[in-house]
Structures are given as C-alpha cells and as structure tokens.
C-alpha cells in the first residue's frame, strides 16, 4: 500500500487476506455506489473485497456475480464486523491498493483506491450499435477503479453528489492523460464499465461543515487532489504488474 501524503487526518484500516476494511471509528454519512449498503447511509465500516478475476468476467466482459451484496455481508461477518457496512468489490489485488491523504486547515480528505482499466470504457459508447460491433476487450486483468473518499468535514447531502463529480472529474482527466484506452473502441477511456466512489463524512455537529464541493472550493481541490494522485499511482502499479498497456 502506498501512503503518498502524510496528514494529522488519518482513518483506522487494515488489509486482512484479501479485503480491505475500513474502520470509521462510530457511524458515519456515507454517500455510495457500492453494491452493498449503497445510495445514502449511516455505516460504521467500508469494506473493498478482492474477488477472483474469472468470477467477475466472462471472456473478457463484465458479469453478474450471483449476489454482490450477500455476499459482501458474508465477508463482513466473516471478519467479525458488528456495524453496518458498505462493501465494493474489485478484481485488483490488495497488495495494488494507494492512498493519499491532503489536508487544508482544519479540513482533510482521505482516499483509498484500488486501480484496473481492462475494462476501460468511455463514457456512452457502451450499448451502442457501433460499440456493439466492436471487437473483445484486448485484455482479462482486473478493470475496476473503486474510489473512496473520506472528509473530517460535514456535508449536506448536495454537498456529497458534488464531491462525487469532482472525484469522477479528477479521475477522468488523470485517465486521458495517461492514454489509456477504451477496451470497446479506438476511443480514449474517462472510467471502466464498475467502477464505484465511495464518500464518508461527519455527522452534524462532528467535524467543520462544508456548504459546497466544487472544483473552486477548498474541499474540492482536496477532493481532486487525493484521487490524482491515487489513481496516477495506481496506473503505474498496474502497469508494472503488466495489467494494462499505453497505446
């Protein structure tokens, strides 16, 4: 695990086998796409569980796990977690996850992602006449990047649908940059086909409140920068772990 930038805000986490387990240290407002314990919720931990490549791909696309959710819940119970979780899934392994953590007065963000672009994708050509004509992927490595986003800061729940843009922002203009492309055309790649953002903040009262996150506010440019360093860093250990090749 790379921990990029050093900072007083820092979240209790370790890895265990396989999944990473995020411990919140109480309840915390978590806004998510997970596909376990997503949309808005109260949650004690955040859990990022590593799952065969063949179980979550079937030659070289995307399929359905019988049921993400239950058995994310199995993991959670597996390791003893009393509760409630929010669970990802990724074909990543562990030993690939980054970090970064920024700060700004009394302000931090944390951010936890593991990085895979098999799978890569831009954004409305998937499900297209002309996407659907294209041939394979060109790889089966693992392709998800799953984000999690962590604030000492309280914010609404507009608030928290804005971080989530900038995340998505800062983690497509890291992917352009790169060159990475699209599995499904000659296209360049602004996400992969799962990816997931996770984002958990205060409750009331508990941390500095946030009225807005867009790129002009400090809580944005934390935001990107947490996830351009980490997805940056992520793309260079799936590159040497020869996961994925520039053009």
């Given at each position: 695990m790379d921990d990029i930038i050093a900072s007083s805000v820092r979240t209790a986490y370790q890895v265990i086998d396989r999944t990473l387990i995020i411990d919140l240290g109480g309840r915390r407002r978590v806004l998510s796409s997970a596909p376990q314990g997503g949309g808005v919720a109260l949650a004690s931990y955040v859990l990022n569980h590593q799952v065969d490549g063949h179980d979550v791909t079937h030659n070289g696309r995307p399929r359905q796990l019988g049921d993400p959710a239950r058995c994310l819940k199995q993991v959670a119970a597996r390791y003893g977690l009393k509760g409630s979780t929010v669970g990802l899934m990724t074909a990543v392994p562990m030993t690939q996850l980054v970090m970064a953590r920024y700060e700004a007065g009394p302000l931090g963000v944390e951010c936890f992602a593991t990085v895979g672009v098999?799978?890569?994708?831009?954004?409305?050509?998937?499900?297209?006449?002309?996407?659907?004509?294209?041939?394979e992927p060109v790889s089966r490595a693992p392709g998800t990047i799953n984000l999690i986003l962590l604030t000492n800061g309280h914010l609404s729940t507009a608030t928290m649908v804005g971080a989530v843009q900038v995340a998505t922002e800062a983690k497509t203009a890291v992917l352009l940059d790169a060159g990475v492309p699209s599995a499904y055309s000659a296209s360049s790649a602004t996400g992969t086909g799962t990816d997931v953002v996770v984002i958990v903040c205060s409750r009331k009262g508990e941390g500095p409140f946030c009225r807005y996150?867009?790129?002009?506010?400090?809580?944005?440019?934390?935001?990107?920068?947490?996830?351009?360093?980490c997805v940056s860093a992520g793309l260079q250990k799936a590159k040497r772990e020869s996961k994925f090749h520039h053009r």
């Open positions: 098999a799978n890569a994708v831009r954004a409305g050509e998937w499900g297209t006449k002309t996407a659907a004509r294209q041939a996150s867009g790129t002009h506010t400090v809580l944005g440019a934390l935001i990107g920068q947490a996830v351009t360093q």
